[in-house]
């Protein structure tokens, strides 16, 4: 029986060779490079490893800026007049002015970089420009209404953006599908419950509850409203769409009656279950609050929290208030001319890949930078939490890294697998390195966070409550963390490194099988977390070589091939985020850029290709592309994945170190004796 896809969409397969490029290639013929000196790739390391480093922070950890779309600076802006905070001039002068320049040429704002209109997207932020001073008349203003009129309105938004034109009072809370505080209180087996979503979608929704019962108003104090982005007045309108394209007609249906009863009996709802619901809310909240790193640290989750201690009345010197806004300002990115507010933020993923490009670097700064690093991440492994993961595995104890600074509830079996793939890379080459005890209780930790089909999520196991994903509040299809190819790869990975094989590890086993299931028909791999099938096959084909899979079986070769065929003219590669798009065509052509080219050029040394001419132009197009003033690469498309076709994210160092782990690898194998990789990535 098929597997289900991730987000509930079954992928449609696709040819091995994609035809766009195909053509592409046949009318442009690929360099035909042998590659480039040994000593000019040594130079060029040695700049990219000095240019990496100066991003290092004084106490040698890695946090580089994590830039989303224009959704979570507007929400920022619109965050603090909701909450009739004193005017930041300053800081908004700073905001607007980069709305503006991510403004994209149809008039709105795009989910990424030269991406189509986005309509929620674009709605919030011409409200945020209008909020901060912006005439409406202007011509980037005008341009931005023309666009979302002719998409049907602000009406079109997504169900989050309703919510917050409802909080401003710019539509009916009819508007928005009722979600009850009440929802706390449901039994484990009812078919909705908090443990049967997605760690950033429980985060979000519980403090999100209390303000939709509340139903406050936004303070607004310059009375800032809408009303000409609605193509009818949003109070007149008698019917409201709920629901996604991908959810399926006879879902949405059922579900909108749903909610129509659910809208007549709520108010009748008694106030002591009520009550209880509320303050059970309030608990999970508190005890999730994370200090100065927020409510599951990510920004939408930390303003709902905020927001909903604001609407029960609790005063703002209360500490809880207090901490919550300060974890919000810790997001901001402010520069001389422009600023903006990051989702997140990600030392714990920057500082241990960063570990391991200074490792394949291999010069004695680079080694002992690496070595700073990995001892910096080791204090920040959760082993005295046991955070939402234990509702689906009680017995587990915990043992794994979150993402941001500190997220105690929430760590990621991605993130776990990455740490100690460096820290056991380093112990026993380093004096002083004591990674054993926590590099055991990261793999114990791993191992019980394995669903049932063989793979991992990134968050909780077994996580396939697919048809949440079709409830109206889901019209972003992202509801869920299933188990994909991507996450699953990095436990084989580290798993395989840490000397488990497939004849010892039922655990190894079932991964390296659900790997090669999920496996496309044109030879890529699905990616998740980073954009697309270059990213989820870089993962999976780093992970069969690390688990024994031989070079030339079947799957290594398909890989190799589907590697090969997309390669660009120029000799890089590069994939668009409309991969992700509904119809799952696979692969969308887009220009060569340094992330993606290292990915691909890593995949084909893993499987044993160091020496394919494919490698070599790779090599010679970051060599090519590099910057001379500071050894790095730039890269303005985003290649990390949020939610596909949703959110997504430019991570600004993966083309930092991303294409000096590439290149050091080329050096190193071309050196060594080994045709391919001897650790798991």
Same mark, same amino acid.
């Given at each position: 029986?098929?597997?289900?896809?991730?987000?509930?969409?079954?992928?449609?397969?696709?040819?091995?060779?994609?035809?766009?490029?195909?053509?592409?290639?046949?009318?442009?013929?690929?360099?035909?490079?042998?590659?480039?000196?040994?000593?000019?790739?040594?130079?060029?390391?040695?700049?990219?490893?000095?240019?990496?480093?100066?991003?290092?922070?004084?106490?040698?950890?890695?946090?580089?800026?994590?830039?989303?779309?224009?959704?979570?600076?507007?929400?920022?802006?619109?965050?603090?007049?909701?909450?009739?905070?004193?005017?930041?001039?300053?800081?908004?002068?700073?905001?607007?002015? %980069?709305?503006?320049?991510?403004?994209?040429?149809?008039?709105?704002?795009?989910?990424?970089?030269?991406?189509?209109?986005?309509?929620?997207?674009?709605?919030?932020?011409?409200?945020?420009?209008?909020?901060?001073?912006?005439?409406?008349?202007?011509?980037?203003?005008?341009?931005?209404?023309?666009?979302?009129?002719?998409?049907?309105?602000?009406?079109?938004?997504?169900?989050?953006?309703?919510?917050?034109?409802?909080?401003?009072?710019?539509?009916?809370?009819?508007?928005?599908?009722?979600?009850?505080?009440?929802?706390?209180?449901?039994?484990?087996?009812?078919?909705?419950?908090?443990?049967?979503?997605?760690?950033?979608?429980?985060?979000?929704?519980?403090?999100?509850?209390?303000?939709?019962?509340?139903?406050?108003?936004?303070?607004?104090?310059?009375?800032?409203?809408?009303?000409?982005?609605?193509?009818?007045?949003?109070?007149?309108?008698?019917?409201?769409?709920?629901?996604?394209?991908?959810?399926?007609?006879?879902?949405?249906?059922?579900?909108?009656?749903?909610?129509?009863?659910?809208?007549?009996?709520?108010?009748?709802?008694?106030?002591?279950?009520?009550?209880?619901?509320?303050?059970?809310?309030?608990?999970?909240?508190?005890?999730?609050?994370?200090?100065?790193?927020?409510?599951?640290?990510?920004?939408?989750?930390?303003?709902?929290?905020?927001?909903?201690?604001?609407?029960?009345?609790?005063?703002?010197?209360?500490?809880?208030?207090?901490?919550?806004?300060?974890?919000?300002?810790?997001?901001?990115?402010?520069?001389?001319?422009?600023?903006?507010?990051?989702?997140?933020?990600?030392?714990?993923?920057?500082?241990?890949?960063?570990?391991?490009?200074?490792?394949?670097?291999?010069?004695?700064?680079?080694?002992?930078?690496?070595?700073?690093?990995?001892?910096?991440?080791?204090?920040?492994?959760?082993?005295?939490?046991?955070?939402?993961?234990?509702?689906?595995?009680?017995?587990?104890?915990?043992?794994?890294?979150?993402?941001? %600074?500190?997220?105690?509830?929430?760590?990621?079996?991605?993130?776990?697998?990455?740490?100690?793939?460096?820290?056991?890379?380093?112990?026993?080459?380093?004096?002083?390195?004591?990674?054993?005890?926590?590099?055991?209780?990261?793999?114990?930790?791993?191992?019980?966070?394995?669903?049932?089909?063989?793979?991992?999520?990134?968050?909780?196991?077994?996580?396939?409550?697919?048809?949440?994903?079709?409830?109206?509040?889901?019209?972003?299809?992202?509801?869920?963390?299933?188990?994909?190819?991507?996450?699953?790869?990095?436990?084989?990975?580290?798993?395989?490194?840490?000397?488990?094989?497939?004849?010892?590890?039922?655990?190894?086993?079932?991964?390296?099988?659900?790997?090669?299931?999920?496996?496309?028909?044109?030879?890529?791999?699905?990616?998740?977390?980073?954009?697309?099938?270059?990213?989820?096959?870089?993962?999976?084909?780093?992970?069969?070589?690390?688990?024994?899979?031989?070079?030339?079986?079947?799957?290594?070769?398909?890989?190799?091939?589907?590697?090969?065929?997309?390669?660009?003219?120029?000799?890089?590669?590069?994939?668009?985020?409309?991969?992700?798009?509904?119809?799952?065509?696979?692969?969308?052509?887009?220009?060569?850029?340094?992330?993606?080219?290292?990915?691909?050029?890593?995949?084909?040394?893993?499987?044993?290709?160091?020496?394919?001419?494919?490698?070599?132009?790779?090599?010679?197009?970051?060599?090519?592309?590099?910057?001379?003033?500071?050894?790095?690469?730039?890269?303005?498309?985003?290649?990390?994945?949020?939610?596909?076709?949703?959110?997504?994210?430019?991570?600004?160092?993966?083309?930092?170190?991303?294409?000096?782990?590439?290149?050091?690898?080329?050096?190193?194998?071309?050196?060594?004796?080994?045709?391919?990789?001897?650790?798991?990535?």
């Amino acid at each position: 029986m098929p597997r289900r896809a991730p987000f509930s969409k079954q992928r449609r397969r696709r040819p091995a060779r994609p035809r766009e490029v195909a053509a592409l290639n046949d009318a442009t013929p690929l360099r035909n490079l042998s590659g480039i000196p040994l000593d000019e790739l040594d130079r060029r390391i040695a700049s990219a490893t000095d240019g990496v480093l100066s991003y290092r922070k004084p106490d040698g950890h890695f946090c580089f800026e994590l830039e989303a779309d224009a959704t979570i600076p507007s929400e920022y802006v619109l965050m603090r007049h909701y909450r009739g905070e004193p005017v930041a001039a300053e800081l908004e002068r700073k905001i607007a002015i %980069y709305l503006r320049r991510i403004q994209g040429a149809h008039g709105g704002w795009p989910l990424f970089h030269n991406g189509a209109f986005d309509i929620s997207a674009s709605v919030k932020a011409y409200f945020a420009l209008k909020m901060i001073g912006d005439d409406i008349n202007a011509p980037h203003m005008e341009r931005a209404r023309e666009a979302i009129l002719a998409y049907g309105g602000a009406a079109k938004s997504n169900v989050f953006t309703r919510i917050l034109l409802a909080l401003y009072g710019q539509v009916p809370w009819a508007a928005v599908p009722t979600m009850p505080v009440e929802i706390m209180l449901l039994p484990k087996w009812f078919p909705f419950h908090l443990d049967k979503v997605s760690y950033w979608a429980r985060t979000v929704m519980v403090p999100l509850f209390v303000l939709m019962l509340k139903k406050p108003l936004a303070k607004n104090a310059k009375k800032i409203g809408i009303a000409e982005l609605f193509v009818e007045p949003p109070f007149e309108m008698k019917t409201w769409s709920f629901g996604g394209a991908h959810q399926k007609w006879y879902w949405k249906k059922f579900f909108i009656s749903l909610d129509k009863v659910l809208k007549f009996v709520v108010p009748y709802f008694p106030k002591g279950p009520q009550e209880r619901a509320i303050a059970k809310a309030v608990a999970f909240v508190d005890e999730r609050l994370n200090g100065e790193d927020g409510l599951g640290a990510i920004f939408p989750a930390m303003v709902n929290a905020l927001e909903m201690y604001d609407v029960l009345g609790v005063p703002a010197d209360d500490p809880r208030v207090v901490i919550a806004r300060k974890s919000i300002e810790k997001l901001l990115v402010v520069k001389d001319h422009e600023a903006y507010c990051q989702p997140c933020l990600s030392p714990i993923w920057d500082t241990s890949l960063v570990s391991h490009a200074l490792l394949e670097a291999g010069s004695p700064e680079a080694e002992k930078a690496a070595h700073v690093a990995l001892d910096w991440l080791k204090p920040h492994q959760i082993l005295d939490v046991k955070g939402d993961w234990a509702a689906a595995r009680p017995d587990v104890r915990p043992g794994g890294w979150a993402f941001q %600074y500190a997220n105690p509830h929430y760590p990621d079996v991605d993130d776990t697998a990455v740490v100690v793939m460096g820290m056991d890379r380093v112990k026993g080459r380093v004096a002083g390195t004591d990674y054993d005890a926590g590099i055991e209780r990261a793999r114990e930790w791993i191992h019980g966070l394995q669903s049932d089909d063989g793979g991992w999520g990134a968050f909780d196991a077994d996580n396939k409550y697919y048809y949440l994903n079709h409830i109206p509040f889901a019209d972003h299809g992202a509801l869920l963390d299933p188990p994909t190819s991507d996450v699953s790869a990095r436990c084989v990975s580290m798993l395989a490194q840490l000397g488990e094989t497939i004849e010892t590890s039922e655990v190894l086993k079932r991964g390296v099988d659900y790997l090669i299931a999920e496996q496309e028909n044109d030879g890529s791999w699905f990616g998740r977390w980073g954009v697309n099938y270059v990213y989820g096959t870089w993962s999976s084909m780093c992970a069969l070589n690390a688990a024994g899979v031989q070079h030339d079986a079947p799957v290594m070769r398909r890989g190799v091939d589907w590697l090969v065929s997309i390669q660009n003219p120029d000799g890089g590669w590069g994939e668009d985020c409309d991969s992700y798009k509904l119809d799952y065509k696979g692969y969308e052509p887009a220009p060569s850029v340094a992330s993606q080219t290292a990915w691909a050029i890593l995949a084909l040394q893993a499987a044993g290709e160091n020496d394919h001419p494919a490698v070599a132009r790779g090599v010679a197009w970051l060599a090519e592309t590099q910057r001379d003033e500071d050894g790095l690469w730039p890269e303005e498309f985003f290649t990390g994945g949020g939610f596909p076709r949703v959110f997504y994210l430019r991570y600004h160092g993966y083309a930092k170190f991303f294409p000096l782990w590439a290149m050091a690898r080329y050096r190193n194998l071309k050196q060594g004796n080994s045709p391919a990789t001897q650790f798991g990535m």
